[in-house]
Structures are given as structure tokens and as C-alpha cells.
């Protein structure tokens, strides 16, 4: 067999094994945590600049080393990675900032751009000025552009592998004598949760498939029998760790649980998770047959193919909110008995009827079928809860109320998880999860200094401020937020979490 470094040699993980287990289980830092999960929505920059204000205040209040995951979808992944993979020489104040109560900011607060901070990426986030040093990248240019925006200046932008850990890595290299330290990253060992990136395989209108990007393997567990290429060709069936991913398929005759593979063009690195996390125009282009060759896709194989049908195919990849937007499906997956899920998104709560109330439509989509933003359904894909009871009634009429009061808009239930069989999902148990809702509240507004506050009614931040648009809000900038806009909208959203440090302790049982 070739022995050059475009052949390696990489774990495969069946999902049909009657003993499986998600390979993070067995490893006793994150098995030994509580069984909690976050969730953060996708939304460009504005829910980046969301994540990074509730990873503020969550490391503020002592809780991000709590919880076992941590699961993204597109803007929140942009935000949401970096800090899993932190550099050991970048301090999580840095990053992060420090949080602050609203009514001691200033100006300078909001203009503050520490080159090592999230804010100044996000303020720094304008793809066609980082159009031209990647233009000639071809399906890896997205990717590309949004590394260059969200993980260069932390050191994460090499074309490197990634995984969990020294040990992790260790394993791999035995396996892999061409292989060295330096061609990997590995998660910052600062306690963080292991992480989830959510992305979508694109195979048409009707059928998009959820899939998982993880420091330790890519995938998804249920298989989709013949959803590949020319309907002859499966998807799923379980996973591959990431060094081994977008490869021609393995000899047929390899032993498991070790394949060698060739890698076809180049390595799978974390600004692909960002890139296909985060392609949300993909999707437009798909919808439109033309689809420039700027956006992800891999070469992919169904770890349990056999025979024929053991070949590598070209899949689109698209962003992870193009079929769930939130986040949740991968912790339902794992029955995480408690979520806290950030809603990051521009819909305002809006009462519209009697008992009829407007939400980000991600919310509803999971009690209930509704359309999708296209209006052909998709969403019907996502029921996970039981809604026989009105829960989801329940739910919005407290977050319009509290919203009405001036009062941070969270929500905690529980609620019985139906199956779900395109997320693979199996129910008959329940889950305690905290909504954590983007909104305004007026207890933040007043609290603000007078010059602040006199900026936001003037629209100085934005006429929908917290409410961004995800595209062009900036005109005429795609994505990029202003610096006063990230550092503001991360302000409100780490003081709605330390506002609710009550409700949330609660919740939690600490």
C-alpha cells in the first residue's frame, strides 16, 4: 500500500452496532460531566455576536465547564468554534471579553477592538475584502473567507487537521508515521464542552440530510439507503474521524475499525466546519440550478457500504439551519437530559391573534408542522416534542410576557421527545430545555449611560437592533457588523443570562 501523507489511515464507526456508543461517551473528561447541552442558532454575525455575549456570561457564572456539549449552527458555529479550539496563548478574557454591567459601559466600551477578540472578528468580517487572497479556492472558497475572518488571527487557520486531545492525537499518529504534531489542532484543554458543528447534506428540495462535524469523528448514525448519488448510492450509516473525511473510499478488504484512505485533494480543517456550517446561500443557488463552485462539498462514502456501492461521491454541503436552525437535534440524538437553547435569530415576538403568537419559525417547527421559509415543508421534518398539551402555547405566551414586562425573555419546560426518524431520533422520554430568546427588554435599555442610550433611539446601532439582518445590514456589506453593533448586542445578550442567573440555577439544580 502507498505510504505518502495523501493516504492515512482513520477510524471508522458503524452506527448499526447493537453496542454503539458516540466515541466521546468513552472518554472520562467529557463522560463525567453532567448530561447538559447548549445549543446556538445560526444567524451570520448577528448570532455570533449573540454566542459571544452568552459565552460570556456563561463563563462568568462559573457554567461553561458544566455542561457536556455544546451544538452550532452556522453564525453560532462562527462563534461558537474559535472558542473551543482557543489558543493556549489567547486568554478567554480576551476573547471573550469581560463582562460588564450595562449601566458602567461607555463609548470606549463599544469601540474597543483587542485584536484578540471575537468582537473585532466580527467587526472585521467583510468577504469581499478577503475575496481575493482566497479566489482561486474553487468549492473551498466560502471556507475559506470565513476562516480567514473568524480563526486566522486566533491561530486556527492552517490548513491543518483537527482533533480532541493530546491522546486522540497520539492514537492517530501510531497509525500515521507521516503524520506529525504539527499537522493537527487540538480543542483547548480550558474545560470546554465537546462540540457539535451541524451541517446539511444537499440532495434536493425533498430530501436534506443533517450531518455532524465533531473533533473526534463525521457523520451521521442512521443511514439513508440509496439518498446518494443517482439514487444507487447510500448516506450515513455512522462515521469517520475527520482526518479521514472528503476521501476516496477505503480498500474493501481493510480491517475494521482501521481503513486507509486516500484524501483526493486537501485536508478537512475547522474553516470547513465554519464554511459548511455557515453556507447558507448554497442553498439560493441550488434553488436557482446554478450553483457556483465556491461553496463546500466533499467527497463522501457510507462507512457501510459494501461492494458497488463502496465509492467516494461529491455531495453540496450547505448550512445546518437549511433543515434545523437551532441546534437541538444532535443533543435529542445523545437524550442530553437538559438544554439551554439561544435563540439567535431577527424575528421579534409578536402576538398576531388570540393564541396566536409569531417566533422565530424555528421554535414552532418543532412542536408542530409548519412551511418553511420556501414553503415546501421542510420543516414538517422536525417535530421532536409532544404538543397535546399546548406546550408550545405555553411557551410563547411567556416569552411575549415577559417581553411585555421588560424582562429578559427565557423560558424553561419540560417536554416529551416523540420519534423523529429523518433525525434519528427516538422518543418516549423527556427534556428539560431553557429558551433563551433574542429580544430587546426594557430592563436592559433603561439601565443603559444616557449617551448609550440616546444612540439606540436613535437607531445609531441599527433601526432593528438586536434584530439584525443576517445579510446586508451594513449596506452595502454582506455580513460585516459595525464594532459599537457587536460589542452592544454581546452586552445585552451575556446580561440576559446573568439577569436570569436565578432561573437558570434553578433549572439546572445547583
Known sequence: MATNSKYVHAKIIPGNTADFAYPETTIPAIAGRKNWGLAFSGGGTRSASLTLGQLRALKHLGLIDQFRYCSSVSGGTWGLTPFIFLDAS????????????????????????????????????????????????????????????????????????????????????????????????????????YL???????????????????????????LYPNAGAHQKFDIGGGFVEPHGFDSDAPEADDDMPYKQVRLDRRRLTISDMLGSSGAAPADFFRRALVLPQIFPNYSYWSPLAQGAKLRGKTYDFGDGGLLENLGVMPLLRRKVEKIIVFINGKTPIEKTGPNEYKLSESIPALFKAIPNQYGDHDFDKNIVFDNSSNQYLELAESLFRKQQVGKPTVHTGTYTVVDNDHHDIHGGWTVDVCWVYNSLPEDWRKTLPYEIKVRLENKDFGKDFPHFNTFVENFPYLIDLSIEQAQLASNLSAWMLVSSRDQITQFLNI
Not at 468580517?125 to 470565513?146: A, M, Q, T, V
Not at 486531545?165 to 499537522?183: H, V
Not at 440532495?203 to 457523520?219: A, D, H, K, N
Open 90 to 193: 489567547i486568554e478567554d478574557d480576551e476573547f471573550l471579553g469581560l463582562y460588564k454591567d450595562p449601566a458602567m459601559l461607555s463609548l470606549n466600551d463599544l469601540t474597543n477592538k483587542n485584536p484578540k477578540s471575537l468582537a473585532s472578528a466580527i467587526a472585521d468580517s467583510g468577504i469581499f475584502k478577503h475575496l481575493f487572497s482566497n479566489i482561486l479556492k474553487g468549492d473551498e472558497l466560502f471556507s475559506e473567507i470565513i476562516g480567514d475572518i473568524f480563526l486566522k488571527r486566533f491561530l486556527l487557520h492552517d490548513n491543518s487537521f483537527f482533533t480532541l486531545n493530546d491522546d486522540t492525537l497520539g492514537s492517530i499518529l501510531e497509525r500515521n508515521d507521516r503524520l506529525t504534531y504539527d499537522d493537527f489542532y487540538t480543542v483547548s484543554e480550558r474545560n470546554r464542552p
Open 196 to 222: 457539535i458543528v451541524n451541517t446539511t447534506i444537499l440532495r434536493s428540495v425533498e430530501m436534506r440530510i443533517p450531518f455532524e462535524m465533531t473533533p473526534l469523528y463525521c457523520g451521521i448514525r442512521k
